[in-house]
């Protein structure tokens, strides 16, 4: 019988990548993590040695603890966040589960930029239309939940980048931008190991509209002028990304659940 504050695999797994995903901590120990250098996507190492940091940390939030097999550590962390309020589980199986399943994508976690005060911070262009919000969608909502992203003129990306330890990303001759015909948005997805059937559906129409191949997708025209009519309705770059961060959260969950449904199937349900 399932636990009352167990989670598994496969239903935190639908929560990933959505918005109602919560924080998750993983909490293995350093042997464990060296030996297996990957996260689940989205999730924070933190010590078992520091509750109260972890309590600040999560700011109320709900959380997933997770260590290697999810038994002592796990268990214990979310009793005692318990304890404090939060509302707290733990991962059945723990890293070992969420990697023994085959639709279970990891994180790579040397891909990942080194933090600036606690969270990942990148810098692109100023004026974003589709790479420029939906990569930094992929970031919040798969590798770090609070990155910062900082939106400047073009020709002040590199010197804000070495002033601000930000990582620059979308721009020209820099390691997180354009490759081999495919966006940058791909290029996140192959470095981070995010490569899921969803996703790589995801990718294609982004492709599609940022490359100007909007042949290549059905969706890619829709997206386009979406994405346009969204760098002329808001001219705050931050508050642009907060509305498109709802547009990719829709497209997300199409491309994960809604591909088969078409007009007449709505029109059925609708009767």
């Excluded at 997770?66 to 979310?78: R, T």
């Excluded at 318990?82 to 969420?98: M, Y």
């Excluded at 002033?163 to 997805?189: K, Q, Y």
Aim: glycine share 8%; aromatic share 8%.
């Amino acid at each position: 019988m399932t636990a009352p504050s167990e989670i598994t695999v496969p239903q935190l797994l639908r929560l990933i990548g959505t918005p109602d995903a919560p924080a998750i901590v993983d909490l293995s120990i350093d042997p464990d993590f060296e030996a297996d250098p990957y996260l689940i996507p989205g999730a924070f190492r933190h010590s078992h040695e520091d509750p109260d940091g972890l309590v600040a940390r999560l700011a109320g939030s709900p959380v997933v603890a997770v260590c290697q097999k999810g038994k002592k550590l796990s268990q214990g962390m979310a009793a005692l966040l318990r304890t404090r309020g939060l509302k707290a589980e733990f991962l059945s199986g723990g890293n070992i589960g969420w990697r023994d399943n085959p639709k279970a994508p990891r994180l790579r976690a040397a891909a990942v930029p080194p933090p600036v005060q606690g969270r990942t911070l990148w810098v692109t262009r100023h004026r974003p239309k589709i790479d420029r919000i939906a990569c930094p969608w992929l970031i919040r909502r798969f590798v770090d939940c609070r990155a910062d992203f900082l939106f400047v003129a073009p020709a002040e990306v590199d010197d804000v980048a070495d002033r601000f330890g930000a990582t620059p990303f979308d721009v020209a001759d820099t390691f997180w931008s354009h490759r081999d015909g495919g966006c940058t948005f791909d290029t996140m997805l192959d470095e981070f190991g995010l490569r899921t059937e969803a996703l790589n559906r995801l990718a294609a129409v982004i492709c599609a509209a940022d490359t100007g191949q909007l042949e290549a997708s059905a969706q890619a025209p829709g997206l386009l002028a979406l994405s346009v009519g969204l760098s002329r309705l808001y001219r705050d770059d931050l508050t642009q990304l907060e509305a498109g961060m709802a547009l990719y959260d829709a497209l997300y969950r199409w491309a994960r659940d809604g591909i088969d449904e078409s007009h007449a199937s709505l029109a059925e349900e609708s009767e």
